[in-house]
Nanobody, 121 residues
Framework: QVQLVESGGGLVQAGGSLRLSCAAA????????MGWYRQAPGKQRELVADIASGGSTNYLDSVTGRFTISRDNAKNTVYLQMNSLKPEDTAVYYC???????????????WGQGTQVTVSS
């Protein structure tokens, strides 16, 4: 019924920038919080940033000042602008959204397919 489709990953040199996008599609009643997670090989998944429906944001300490999360509610899309990228940012990045689908009583968590971000030194 609802899917999240990610785009924007790729290979970039240290100090460069990438912009990730995640668009929700389907029969959506409302989208609450949206966020970005990442997981590097052999490491636990971690929350990178999230954004509430009203626009308040939270960031992982190591990305604060370099990454910016934003959302376009009219397009059901969340973005992650990543600047001053470092090799330690290399990971698969996953979009997450708390969505209530049309005809459902409560929200559910949905996940994007993941997009690879590789930062070379």
């Amino acid at each position: 019924q609802v899917q999240l489709v990610e785009s924007g990953g790729g290979l970039v040199q240290a100090g460069g920038s990438l912009r990730l996008s995640c668009a929700a599609a389907g029969s959506i009643l409302r989208i609450n919080a949206m966020g970005w997670y990442r997981q590097a090989p052999g490491k636990q998944r971690e929350l990178v940033a999230d954004i509430a429906s009203g626009g308040s944001t939270n960031y992982l300490d190591s990305v604060t000042g370099r990454f910016t999360i934003s959302r376009d509610n009219a397009k059901n899309t969340v973005y992650l602008q990543m600047n001053s990228l470092k090799p330690e940012d290399t990971a698969v990045y996953y979009c997450n959204a708390q969505i209530q689908a049309v005809g459902r009583w409560r929200q559910s968590d949905y996940w994007g397919q993941g997009t690879q971000v590789t930062v070379s030194s």
